[in-house]
């Protein structure tokens, strides 16, 4: 299995964008306009695991100099259980920086087996209070659970939440319509 970008000229971009749709409620994720103007980003990575042609799964990823932000991470539904998504995962751990990512609070059977996997796998609950802006605006603000591969400060974790308002959400509709920095206290 290989990690290939999957930029929008790749044969692979419409079975990643629907791998994305399906995997992701609208609040979670771009448009389609708004996710080809990311894609324009030198910092974004729109990755797709690929092997023999087919995706496998959806890794889209946020490089910085302080740290990887994993924004989404999907695994095709008929692979998930087999390893697949840990086998991806651990190509991302273990660098020089941390791997940040975030989850829902887990209060369901599906919500504790995803922070379980993450936790099988190395990464930790932060303890930091945080949100998610709804990327297709209308939505509702969600809180949320910063996990990382490591113990993170309270510094880093306002460069990363720093980074999500000012990079991150301007290509989502909520990024268009509001300066939300108030709303997470930095």
């Given at each position: 299995m290989n990690l290939e970008r999957i930029g929008a000229s790749h044969p692979?971009?419409?079975?990643?964008?629907?791998?994305?749709?399906?995997?992701?409620?609208p609040n979670e994720r771009r448009t389609r306009e708004d996710h080809l103007r990311a894609m324009q980003d030198a910092?974004?990575?729109?990755?797709g695991a690929?092997?023999?042609?087919?995706?496998l799964a959806d890794v889209f990823l946020w490089e910085t100099e302080n740290f990887?932000?994993?924004e989404h991470f999907a695994v095709q539904p008929s692979l998930r259980g087999h390893g697949c998504g840990t086998e991806l995962l651990r190509q991302l751990l273990g660098?020089?920086?941390?791997?940040?990512?975030e989850i829902e609070p887990p209060e369901d059977a599906l919500t504790c087996r995803r922070k379980a996997f993450y936790e099988r796998n190395g990464l930790q609950a932060q303890p930091y209070d945080h949100v998610q802006l709804p990327f297709q605006g209308g939505g509702p603000i969600v809180p949320l659970v910063i996990m990382a591969d490591r113990a993170i400060s309270p510094a880093q974790c306002r460069t990363f939440q720093r980074y999500?308002?000012?990079r991150v959400v301007k290509y989502t509709q909520y990024g268009k319509t509001l300066d939300i920095a108030d709303i997470i206290g930095i």
């Open positions: 692979l971009f419409k079975a990643s964008f629907a791998l994305y749709e399906a995997s992701f409620p910092d974004f990575s729109p990755l690929v092997e023999a042609g087919n995706l990887s932000y994993l660098r020089d920086k941390p791997l940040i990512l999500l308002l000012d």
